[in-house]
């Protein structure tokens, strides 16, 4: 069976006491990087562990490489490992941003081999919405475990492969950031505004309503008719992590051909 790339909160509750689901509490701020860490020893689903986005998810900023850096692949693995993340372990992840750093962990996972992982539909606020319980208790390891990582390097994309593969037939650039940071009326976080010449924009949170609930498959595969007949699809946002959310929506349509520009913008303007 293939692993479906979300699961409902009703799913997650029944499964709250299988060994081999391992939960992931992916919430973060941009605006305020211990959020996150915070909410979580105040309020987490059960079992949950926390990970987060700059010191787990993404490795040190450079001058170059974009404001999220993919991580360290042995340093994520041991991180996993600690929280009894083997290679039969389905990994759950939520965050209560649309998606926003959830499906970071749900690529990343993927990108080093680990296929079973999905997102929580709805995020943490329909955990709480459905009434199941929450805990402020921090999850401890239980067992040993091994996480091997086994990184799919044809999975990401450099500047220079963006730069020489963009404009060729059968390749199609997404931008996923909001229409008015691609358009270059507004840039809250990086020097320069506009984007990367030959890109279309496919929001992120087009993938999700405003409820945080991921639009249905046949919603996701008519967002993305007009390149389904695209032999690459390069995905990049802002710093390489929204950009995961509309890679979850192709994986949603059946479209197996995305890849992510892990740099993204941040990385592009950074030459410029």
């Known amino acids: 069976m293939t692993q479906s790339p979300y699961v409902s909160p009703k799913w997650l509750y029944e499964h709250l006491n299988d060994p081999q689901v391992a939960i992931a509490d992916c919430r973060f701020s941009l605006a305020n990087p211990d959020l996150g860490q915070q909410q979580y020893l105040l309020q987490h689903i059960p079992k949950a562990f926390y ?41 759950v992840a939520y965050d209560d941003s649309r998606f926003a750093f959830a499906a970071r962990l749900w690529w990343l996972l993927r990108y080093l081999g680990h296929d079973r992982v999905a997102v929580l539909n709805g995020g943490f606020a329909a955990w709480l919405q459905a009434g199941y319980p929450t805990t402020d208790a921090v999850e401890t390891s239980h067992k040993e475990t091994l996480f091997v990582p086994q990184p799919q390097q ?32 507004r840039e809250p976080i990086d020097p320069v505004a506009g984007h990367i010449p030959g890109a279309v924009n496919y929001p992120w949170q087009e993938v999700s309503n405003a409820q945080g609930y991921l639009l249905a498959e046949t919603e996701q595969r008519r967002r993305w008719e007009e390149l389904q007949p695209a032999e690459e699809i390069l995905v990049y946002c802002g710093s390489g992590v929204t950009a995961c959310v509309n890679l979850l929506s192709l994986e949603m349509a059946g479209i197996y051909t995305g890849k992510l520009y892990a740099g993204s913008w941040s990385d592009w303007c950074s030459y410029t």
């Not at 170059?64 to 991580?71: N, T």
């Not at 492969?161 to 909001?178: H, I, M």
Request: aromatic letters at 2%; hydrophobic letters at 35%.
């Open 51 to 91: 990970l987060d986005l700059n010191q787990d998810l993404s490795s040190p900023v450079g001058k170059h490489g974009g404001r999220h850096p993919l991580p360290n692949p042995a340093q994520l693995a041991d991180k996993l490992s600690a929280s009894d993340v083997d290679s039969q372990t389905l990994v």
């Open 154 to 185: 044809s999975w990401i994309v450099d500047i220079e492969a963006v730069k020489t593969r963009k404009d060729l037939p059968g390749v199609a650039l997404v931008d996923s950031r909001e229409s008015d940071r691609y358009r270059g009326e």
